[in-house]
């Protein structure tokens, strides 16, 4: 089993500028396998489902979704630090909690707010 935790979140004014970070806790053997998995991060604003907004290959491949494509940056690292991202220039309608997820295996973090005043 892997524990997922995200940080870095905080409140920012709009066009500001955070990075999110991605800690993983478990046996080497099940973080190795998690290092061969895709990364994702997700979003979820109040009242609204989740969102896909980032997703990196192990071949650093990634994909972003249209509304942060330009402003946030994903990465990854290592074995308890997996994935990161880099928000730049944020606007009020990126206030969420962002939660990092691998997919193969599947584990989720616990989220860390993100709030953009304008």
Known sequence: QVQLVE???GLV????SLRLSCAASGSIFTLNVMM???MEWYRQ???KQHELIAAITRHNDTNY???VKGR????RGNATNPVYLQLNNLK????AVYYCHSSSPTYWGQGTQVTVSS
């Open 36 to 38: 061969l998995s895709p």
């Open 13 to 16: 004014q709009a066009g500001g």
């Open 92 to 95: 009020p309608e990126d206030t």
């Open 45 to 47: 604003a109040p009242g």
């Open 7 to 9: 940080s870095g979140g």
């Open 65 to 67: 979704a249209d509304s």
């Open 72 to 75: 946030f940056t994903i990465s």
